[in-house]
């Protein structure tokens, strides 16, 4: 895939990610979708290094959409332990 392709898929991530733990981010809609984009390269990474299945050629593969959105959780989890609610 080209870069192109993983920062749609990093922005569709974070969009799935932010629906499946709703509530107030620290950063608001620009962070969410710059985080979601880091963990779909994240969990891409991921993937291909420990998990042995290699990054595809094929968009629509259901392995790199599972590690991206994860990639994307992680990342939003840790994003709102660590600055926590700064919008309150």
């Known amino acids: 895939m080209t870069i192109i392709s993983w920062i749609l898929l990093?922005?569709?991530a974070g969009a799935?990610?932010?629906f499946l733990l709703p509530g107030r981010d620290p950063g608001g809609l620009i962070g969410t979708t710059l985080i979601g984009i880091a963990g779909?390269?994240?969990g891409?990474?991921?993937s291909a290094r420990w998990m042995d299945h290699p990054i595809t050629q094929n968009f629509y593969d259901g392995a790199t959409w599972a590690a991206a959105i994860g990639g994307s959780l992680v990342l939003l989890i840790a994003y709102?332990?660590?600055f926590g609610?700064?919008?309150s």
């Open 44 to 46: 891409g990474w991921i």
């Open 40 to 42: 779909a390269f994240i």
């Open 16 to 18: 799935i990610a932010k």
């Open 80 to 82: 709102r332990l660590l």
């Open 10 to 12: 990093g922005l569709l």
């Open 85 to 87: 609610n700064s919008r």
